[in-house]
């Protein structure tokens, strides 16, 4: 039977200098928000960091299907959000086809997005929601924990009552977001073999345009934090 991890995750063997890296990769995404590893890395690496992060609740194919609704199937730009539909605290994407620069991922500091709101936008978004998947629930889009704010955000999935205050946060959120964005967003390019980690409550992500032949593919997870998962080094 396959070994599995605290969180419950089939376990990958990894060898004792891969496990320090997953050590010190959880410290760079509370500290930093994210971490891109260039170089041709095999998805067992992948797969080894992502089960050492935390429970994993989802993998999916981020890649072109003709017919799909969904946003990743397509060629169009995805506009900065969060993966937060299944309370997801990272996000991981595995470079298994890479397409140039066409379809490069951004990111957009969620601090530095909260510093360009005014208070009365900050309450407001309080009372803004977004669909959840995972509970079939709505939650507010901004809230609170240890006294830290973070965003549930994915633009296509919010509800709102459509009076002033509402429409006017919305608006001030997308605009400090594409400022924010324009002035110090980061603006990666993955290659075949690269591997992005991202801390979804420290950064939005998003993407530009697929090139229209794009054989581009990379794996996503979503993990949930678990403490007790990162047993690193040797005993
Ligand atoms: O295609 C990408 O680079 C990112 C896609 C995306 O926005 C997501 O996985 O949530």
Known sequence: MAERNASGNERVEISPSNARNADSYIRILDTAGYCLIRGQNSQHLFDAICSELGQIIDSSDVVLREGSSRKIHNLYPIPAHNDCSYFADFVAWYCATGDGQAGAPFLVSVTNVLKRLGNASIESLSHIYCKTHERNEYV???????????????????????????????????????????????????????????????????????????????VRRWIRRNEFAMVCGDA
């Not at 324009?182 to 992500?205: A, C, M, P, Q, Y």
């Open 140 to 218: 507010p889009i901004l809230q609170e924990a240890a006294g830290e704010l973070f965003f549930f955000y994915t633009p296509w999935y919010t509800s709102f009552e459509p009076n002033k205050e509402n429409l006017r946060a919305v608006s001030d959120l997308n605009a400090a977001i594409e400022l924010e964005r324009r002035s110090f967003g980061k603006e990666l390019s993955l290659e075949t073999g690269n591997i992005l980690l991202v801390n979804d409550r420290k950064f939005f992500h998003g993407r530009d345009q697929l090139s229209a032949e794009t054989k581009r593919h990379l």
